[in-house]
């Protein structure tokens, strides 16, 4: 999971693609990068850690340019200390290219060694967005052959990376001399959207949030296998350029990864977390009365809107038990789990009196390895609770993901082959209540906008192992697993638990 942003306007964009980046921080903390275009030459500044800091005054002021992209890094392949893997990505031919990408390659093991024995093209990262960057490469040199690049050649090399790459991708490029280009792979599994500002100005985004925060007027997502092409004199092109597409976007950026103020394919974020707490609410009732519980209580911060629902429908009242220091952004690998457990509780302070002497409910967006969870739970009786029960907004997390969420491998996955009551025992609670997997999927489904599409397909494959580009083998997976980001002792975790509004 990554955040994109490309711009084209008739200004300078170094500030505007910060801004935007800014907005799109909770995507990726791991690094930042920024490319602008002035006549044909690419300007570039990337580095590891947050934007705020990646970026100074001397670093933007070498950014000109009226076109341009970014990006904020979470790395779900390669190595995650690696500055080199800090995006964009820069090949010099055809024409000079550059890219941003949010997504996972399923099959870039196989595409590398095409590149290298067919296309005759060097890869020199571990990044899967290195190998996509290549096969965009080759496939404008082979529609172009030498003649200059229309927007037609520009669809057709998109047609070509579709044919050939497997996995999520949503991309924006950069061709010198030319224009932007930003596409979305056929299953559309992660997010893109565009918007335009009152002056033209151009913006394409991973989230509609950084339109609305930078006062561009949201247009439409781009559809799923549909390429976008913005020329140098600002006019838009835009075409379908997959044989086969379907929407089945990653409900896990519903429930937890997408900010709640965005709206994603139609779906208002914020409204689908509210209908998950009123769905969740139902499977509480049916496991616990609501007479034994006292308080609800959410685990900050993306559980907040479906406990907020849940308390309301349930006639419990709703409090705030745990503080957030939002100044610790994430939890480091420590020798030894202990100093994991410390960690947690460095990031999250109890409010003794919200706990001591009642029957408190816990409520998380999601339960991935358990760790936290069962911290979190010791923590509420060490405050004074009487009972502690646990409810997810989402299903148990029993497969991993392989479309660029850093999910555990199956076996570090608390509710990977163990039943409900086998993970209470875990996680240590008086009661678990899990959201349920066809619940899920119509509380998002039923939180489209006014005028929005009717939305039925998702990639839930973490909650279901149903993975919607149906190349997915256990073999597959197995070799996922061995290209997850490499760390080192004293490295930041990568891991989902490291986002800063993580609570699992």
Request: glycine share 8%.
């Amino acid at each position: 999971m990554c955040g994109i942003v490309g711009v084209a306007s008739s200004a300078p964009v170094n500030q505007l693609i910060y801004d935007a980046l800014l907005l799109l921080q909770h995507r990726g903390q791991d690094a930042a990068g920024i490319v602008t275009q002035l006549d044909r030459k690419f300007f570039m500044h990337k580095a590891k850690g947050m934007v705020r800091d990646v970026f100074r005054t001397r670093n933007m002021r070498a950014l000109p340019g009226n076109c341009g992209l970014g990006q904020v890094r979470y790395p779900t392949a390669g190595n995650a200390f690696s500055e080199e893997e800090a995006q964009p990505f820069y090949v010099n031919a055809p024409f000079g290219l550059v890219l941003v990408h949010n997504g996972n390659l399923t099959n870039a093991h196989a595409l590398k060694a095409e590149l290298f024995s067919n296309d005759h093209r060097h890869i020199n990262t571990e990044s899967d967005s290195e190998v996509l960057l290549n096969v965009l490469a080759h496939e404008l040199e082979k529609t172009t052959r030498g003649l200059l690049l229309t927007p037609n050649d520009v669809f057709e090399a998109v047609r070509g990376v579709n044919r050939r790459v497997k996995g999520s991708y949503a991309v924006i490029a950069l061709i010198a001399g030319h224009g932007l280009l930003a596409f979305r792979d056929p299953h559309g599994i992660r997010p893109l959207c565009m918007g335009r500002s009152a002056d033209g100005t151009i913006m394409l985004a991973s989230e509609s949030v950084a339109l609305d925060g930078t006062m561009h007027q949201f247009e439409r997502d781009v559809a799923p296998g549909e390429a976008v092409f913005v020329d140098l004199q600002g006019q838009l092109h835009s075409q379908m350029c997959a044989d086969k597409s379907q929407l089945s976007p990653c409900i896990f950026e519903y429930v937890y990864l997408a900010r709640p103020d965005s709206t994603m394919d139609g779906i208002s974020v914020y409204q689908a977390r509210l209908n998950l707490g009123e769905t969740l609410a139902k499977r509480v009732i049916s496991t616990v009365p609501p007479n034994d519980i006292d308080v609800v209580i959410p685990i900050p911060e993306s559980s907040r809107p479906s406990a907020t629902q849940l308390a309301h429908l349930l006639g419990i009242p709703y409090r705030e038990g745990f503080v957030k220091n939002r100044y610790v952004g994430r939890t480091f690998i420590m020798p030894g789990q202990s100093v994991r457990k410390k960690s947690v509780r460095q990031k999250l302070n109890v409010i003794v009196s919200e706990f001591k002497g009642r029957n408190v409910l816990l409520v998380d967006d999601s339960i991935v390895r358990g760790t936290t969870s069962r911290e979190i739970v010791q923590m509420a009786r060490d405050a004074g609770a009487n009972k502690v029960y646990m409810a997810s907004a989402a299903p148990p997390v029993r497969y991993p993901n392989v479309y660029g969420i850093d999910m555990p491998t199956a076996e570090e996955l608390v509710a990977h082959g163990r039943s409900i009551e086998e993970i209470r025992q875990i996680i240590g609670c008086d009661a678990l209540i899990y959201q349920d997997v066809d619940a899920m999927k119509t509380a998002v489904a039923q939180a489209r906008v006014s005028g929005a599409g009717a939305l039925s397909a998702f990639d839930a494959s973490c909650f279901d192992g149903v993975y919607v580009t149906g190349d997915i083998s256990s073999d597959d997976i197995s070799r996922l697993n061995e290209s997850r980001p490499q760390t080192e002792e004293g490295a930041e975790d990568n891991s989902r638990l490291a986002l800063p509004n993580a609570s699992e």
